[in-house]
């Protein structure tokens, strides 16, 4: 099945500073990877994705980057606020039995500080 | 609309009990998929329906079972609960058809056992 790993665990940035996590994946059929925000005692919510036929994508301060051959794609946060503080989750659809599933990274905890 | 709805939002159980819970998606959504989470596992698929037929399935035991109504509201059950089973347990609800589109959560039922 596939493996969505994702690097680091934990992130630690100043406010004001960007912040970059990393997922790869490993099923080449792969063709849509969102990015869930969980902020404590909340539901994860969508924040940005991109599919398979686009490279890069950007919604104001948050970008999202696809390598298609190299199998990864990156979450950049720039000018990072205190409210970015949250768990975050980058997933990549896979074929499954008759249609595609979600499988998740294990996240990553970001901390702004102020 | 209104949300993906949950219930209920905390439940505690004692070892072999068995549970089960609820989830009403976003009107017009016809895919409901089941997640549980934890802190060292992070977002683990339990399975996918849609029009009342099971279409994924994650790597869970048999003690874990789902079903879906015609009004697209699904239940999940565990029997013979394990301390283990102690999980945020997350619905997640679909609009179309193929795979690649958004999926929108619910709050979740933290399940506590005893």
């Known amino acids: 099945g596939e493996n969505v790993e994702q690097h680091p665990s934990t992130l630690s940035v100043q406010e004001g500073d960007s912040a970059v996590i990393k997922c790869t994946y490993s099923?080449?059929?792969?063709?849509?990877f969102p990015w869930y925000k969980q902020e404590l005692g909340k539901r994860p919510q969508l924040i940005i994705d991109?599919?398979?036929?686009?490279g890069e994508k950007k919604d104001q301060r948050i970008a999202v980057t696809l390598n298609k051959t190299a199998k990864h794609f990156s979450l950049h946060i720039t000018e990072t606020q205190p409210e970015d503080s949250a768990v975050y989750f980058c997933?990549?659809?896979?074929?499954?039995?008759?249609?595609?599933?979600?499988?998740f990274g294990a996240g990553t905890t970001v901390t702004v500080r102020a | 609309k209104a949300g993906v709805t949950q219930t209920p939002r905390y439940l505690i159980k004692t070892r072999g009990q068995q549970v089960t819970l609820s989830c009403s998606p976003i009107?017009?959504?016809?895919?409901v998929s089941w997640y549980q989470q934890t802190p060292g596992q992070g977002l683990q698929f339990l399975f996918e329906y849609f029009s009342e037929t099971q279409r994924n399935k994650g790597n869970f035991p048999g003690r874990f079972s789902g079903r879906q109504f015609s009004n697209s509201r699904s239940e999940m059950n565990v029997s013979t609960l394990e301390l283990g089973d102690s999980a945020l347990y997350l619905c997640a609800s679909t609009p179309k058809i193929q795979g690649g589109e958004t999926q929108y959560f619910g709050p979740g039922t933290r399940l506590l056992v005893l």
């Open positions: 099923d080449s059929a792969s063709n849509y």
């Open positions: 009107s017009g959504h016809r895919s």
């Open positions: 997933a990549a659809s896979i074929p499954g039995t008759n249609d595609y599933k979600l499988s």
């Open positions: 991109i599919r398979s036929n686009v």
